[in-house]
């Protein structure tokens, strides 16, 4: 079952870094960010990684918790998270199952070669479940004051 916007998010389960579980019902009564990145230690998604860092004080005062999501296994995410001193947890989806769910598996081109990547994306999920609203194949710049805004706004509307 895939994600839509104004639905309630399907059932999943996974694990993030700190031995932390997270699913769909775990941040029941709190806003969520999920953010896709491709690859641990590449510089889109380092980037990404230190602007959620660096406004993640913003985040948790407006009552949103940050997730980020790759393929990478849980020993990459430790290793990513200790470097860039995230204060945040990443989730390990290993078998793609949450990559999935929410579309974000794509074909894509590097070098020539055809390869099946993640396409950079971030979801909104509100304290009631429902997916809030989604940015799909996003650049980095600007993107992280975006969202920033629209959970903002979201916690205006509560």
């Not at 997730?67 to 990443?90: A, Q």
């Not at 579309?103 to 070098?111: E, H, L």
């Not at 429902?130 to 940015?135: G, H, T």
Request: some cysteine; overall charge positive; hydrophobic content about 40%.
């Amino acid at each position: 079952m895939a994600v839509v916007v104004n639905k309630p998010i399907p059932e999943f389960e996974a694990l993030a870094t700190s031995g932390i579980k997270v699913s769909n019902q775990t941040h029941l009564g709190q806003t969520v960010v999920l953010y896709f990145y491709p690859k641990d230690n590449t510089p889109g998604c380092t980037t990404e990684a230190m602007q959620f860092r660096d406004k993640y004080k913003d985040f948790v005062k407006a009552g949103a918790h940050v997730f980020g999501v790759s393929r990478d296994n849980m020993k990459s995410h430790d290793d990513f998270k200790t470097k860039l001193e995230l204060p945040f947890e990443l989730i390990a989806d290993t078998e793609e199952k949450m990559c999935h769910m929410f579309g974000v598996v794509k074909n894509k081109i590097m070098y020539g070669k055809k390869v099946k990547g993640i396409e950079r994306s971030t979801f909104l999920i509100g304290a009631d479940g429902v997916l809030k609203q989604e940015w799909r194949g996003l650049k980095v710049p600007g993107h992280v004051e975006d969202v920033l805004k629209a959970v903002k706004t979201l916690k205006k509307a509560v």
